[in-house]
């Protein structure tokens, strides 16, 4: 009886022994990390199985991230934050590294500059690269406020049944050549803020830009960019609130996407005190223009402290790429005007006796070999 006992107690202590070591492998073993995914969709639910009839778990909303359970065929078993499991087509979702790359824009634009400010005119989404085709995640909601940054112009995608007919043209030897294809039509996109800080590409004709109402009438059909406050002067007979009428400087441009640059005509609005008006203190077109523009102060001997702006202008048809694949002018000249009273000089740099001379391109032959300069380009 004594050998069985101790038999039976040798068995059950290799049994425990056995279990703690297993138990002790499963815990050092490492587990699969968790995947995530985030909720594209304006708005969905999540439903308890996959089929025609099912129950609806939850309501998940845009920019959620989701815990991923199972992959299926075409739905992923999710879990939200507070718990709740259900099936979701992959559709309303983007994974991981999609969100990284909203992520790293974000970050890249953080402080970047701010050119304008525009109203989104309804619900839109913000894609990671310019084009109506590339990867979007937050959707902005309508009449939302947005800081503007970067300008880019990129080929509109045109479907197949609008492209023309293919034509051909005839040589004296009659042979047939296929006619050169039309240029590309060019879009605007511009990379926007909104007021949570999210960064991403919109395209620039679903918003419009913020332009002060009492100068959107001078605009004589053209497009105002942006507009800046210079000075203001009290005008007591006026009906600004606060009796100080602002005066601006505005960048304009044709109404037209794909310019090789931001604006070709640049003008500064006064507040006539007398006729309690504005009028135009300053005009200068024909320019290649490039945001964002400058407002602030200086100091000047004989005159104390005086408004001034300033802007970029190309200087020269040489192009360079950027870091993010843009092209952009090689070479830029900044512009610096002061307003004295109700004139404006252009300030020159220290040391020149004569003003610099101002670039005014060839109508169409300087515009046309640089007509691709403001398009957006991926890495090769």
Request: glycine share 6%; aromatic share 8%; hydrophobic share 35%.
């Amino acid at each position: 009886m004594t050998a069985n006992r101790s038999f039976r107690f040798l068995c059950a202590t290799v049994a425990l022994t056995s279990f703690v070591w297993l138990a002790g492998c499963n815990r050092l073993r490492p587990h699969p990390a968790v995947q995530y995914v985030y909720v594209v969709s304006k708005d969905t639910f999540l439903r308890d199985r996959v089929a025609a009839v099912s129950n609806k778990v939850a309501e998940v909303t845009n920019g959620e991230r989701l815990e991923v359970v199972e992959h299926g065929r075409r739905f992923l078993k999710v879990k939200t934050a507070k718990g709740a499991v259900g099936w979701l087509e992959q559709h309303a979702i983007i994974e991981q590294p999609v969100y990284e790359q909203f992520v790293q824009l974000q970050q890249q634009h953080a402080h970047d500059p701010v050119v304008a400010t525009a109203v989104l005119r309804d619900d839109l989404y913000l894609h990671d690269k310019p084009g109506r085709h590339t990867e979007r995640f937050y959707l902005l909601p309508e009449a939302d406020k947005l800081q503007l940054l970067v300008r880019a112009s990129v080929p509109k995608e045109i479907p197949p049944q609008a492209l023309p007919l293919s034509r051909t043209r005839k040589l004296p030897s009659d042979h047939n050549v296929p006619a050169a294809p039309p240029p590309p039509v060019l879009e605007d996109w511009w990379l926007v803020r909104d007021s949570q800080g999210r960064v991403g590409w919109m395209l620039s004709r679903r918003m419009d830009v913020d332009v002060p109402d009492e100068i959107a009438g001078y605009a004589e059909g053209q497009r105002i960019v942006g507009a800046y406050v210079l000075a203001r002067v009290y005008d007591p007979e006026s009906s600004f609130p606060d009796k100080q009428a602002p005066e601006y400087v505005a960048v304009i441009s044709p109404y037209k996407d794909g310019l090789p640059y931001d604006f070709d005509q640049v003008r500064v609005f006064t507040w006539n005190t007398k006729k309690h008006r504005y009028e135009t203190a300053y005009r200068q077109r024909n320019l290649e223009g490039y945001l964002p523009v400058t407002v602030g102060t200086q100091t000047f001997d004989k005159l104390g402290s005086e408004p001034v702006f300033s802007f970029k202008v190309a200087d020269g048809d040489s192009v360079a790429l950027s870091p993010d694949g843009e092209e952009h002018p090689a070479r830029t000249v900044t512009l610096t005007y002061r307003m004295e009273g109700g004139l404006i000089r252009k300030v020159l740099p220290p040391g020149t006796n004569a003003p610099a001379a101002v670039k005014s391109p060839a109508p169409s032959r300087v515009v046309h070999s640089r007509h691709h300069n403001r398009r957006h380009r991926s890495k090769k």
